[in-house]
């Protein structure tokens, strides 16, 4: 018997992937269609209150533009507003390297705890964007200090784990 899994709102579900997968919810694919026609900006501020989805929609963003399993990503928007709207906003899915950062699961009763559990999201990046290491487009010494930065955290969480 094959039974459809039932979908749910997605009360502090903040990753796109499991929410056009698995909950109901809003288009708001469009938004990317607006960032692309805006005039090239080097900033792009998005304010809404606290609980608004600022961090689903970040993490749609990222989905749409990142490189990273671009196929893959490509099909979380067949038959959305952006799909449909028009071809040339599909052209940029998955062509640019994003880095999603999100610091609203850095809790500690400590400053020191809260550097911490920083250093190890930003060990993580550093690790998930190692790939760049074998492009032509860094330099030799932007490669060294890339290492150094990436050996650095790396030590200095694993010393937090033996630590812990």
Not at 21 to 50: G, H, N, W
Not at 82 to 108: A, C, H, T
Not at 117 to 123: D, R, S
């Amino acid at each position: 018997m094959n039974k459809s899994r039932k979908k749910f709102l997605p009360v502090g579900v903040s990753d796109f992937k499991t929410v056009v997968k698995e909950c109901y919810f809003v288009d708001k694919t469009r938004f990317i269609a607006k960032l692309l026609d805006q005039p090239k900006t080097s900033v792009s501020l998005l304010t809404r209150p606290r609980r608004f989805g600022k961090t689903l929609f970040l993490s749609m963003i990222s989905y749409f533009f990142a490189i990273n399993h671009a196929n893959e990503n490509k099909n979380l928007f067949t038959e959305l507003e952006i799909e449909k709207f028009d071809q040339r906003y599909m052209e940029n899915q998955g062509k640019y390297p994003v880095i999603f950062l999100s610091l609203k699961d850095i809790y500690d009763d400590t400053f020191t705890g809260c550097i911490d559990l920083f250093a190890n999201i930003i060990a993580r990046l550093y690790e998930e964007f190692s790939y760049i290491l074998d492009s032509n487009e860094l330099t030799t010494s932007n490669k060294k200090y890339f290492e150094c930065i990436e050996k650095h955290l790396l030590l200095m969480c694993s010393f937090e784990r033996v630590k812990a």
